[in-house]
């Protein structure tokens, strides 16, 4: 069974970092070998950015290498994570739910779908190809605004399949409500359904 994986921490809040507490001075310019290796490798760096696609949209049987962890703000890897760039990774199960199991440097984790989606994977060549992207959650849920009275509006999200209502939410103001309908509408363009309904909570 695969393990949980160690994943992320919330930052502190106080204190300054480990790295830091020394007096600063002002920088010493970067040496003109190291600026130019880093010239020269950053088409190679942005190369390797385009051919990454996020974890969480990986198929059964896609592999390739971390190359960057996105986390949101006020999150950081623990020590113990393997999502490190550089790691190789291999998608054993990706069945739609909130999880997808992986094989990391040659152990299995469970992943969340909602952490998966900010870790860029570079796949190798015609990696994409044999790993498709996923349909988007429009595939699956639709997202409705409807006004009830004067002063009452609801943003539902409903199941295509079954027609049945997965979430709704009430306002009072018909401006908080379009807010709230456009930014549930782009996740379900953006998101795959597995991510929409991790993002959500949605049955």
């Known amino acids: 069974m695969p ?6 921490a919330k930052r502190p809040t106080g204190g300054a970092p ?3 507490g020394a007096a600063r001075g002002p920088a010493a310019p970067a040496p003109a070998a190291a600026t130019q290796a880093a010239a020269g490798g950053a088409p190679a760096a942005q190369a390797r950015r385009a051919r990454a696609r996020p974890l969480a949209e990986l198929g059964q049987g896609a592999r390739g290498r971390i190359v960057e962890v996105r986390l949101p703000p006020g999150r950081r890897l623990v020590p113990e994570s393997p999502l490190r760039p550089g790691a190789e990774v ?5 069945h739609g739910g909130r999880w997808l199991h992986a094989r990391i440097d040659y152990r299995e984790f469970s ?6 989606e900010h870790v860029l994977v570079e796949l190798p060549a015609g990696g994409a190809a044999e790993a498709p992207a996923r349909p988007p959650a429009t595939d699956a ?3 409705l605004l409807s006004r009830l009275d004067r002063r009452s509006w609801r943003v539902r999200i409903v199941d295509r399949e079954g027609g049945a209502v997965a979430r709704s939410e009430w306002f009072e103001d018909g401006e908080d409500a379009r807010r709230r309908w456009e930014a549930l509408a782009g996740d379900a363009a953006r998101l795959d359904a597995a991510g929409f309904r991790a993002r959500y909570r949605l049955p």
């Open 3 to 8: 393990a949980a994986i160690p994943l992320t």
């Open 18 to 20: 480990a790295a830091e």
């Open 90 to 94: 291999y998608v054993a199960e990706a």
């Open 111 to 116: 992943v969340p779908v909602d952490v998966a």
């Open 141 to 143: 849920y639709v997202v």
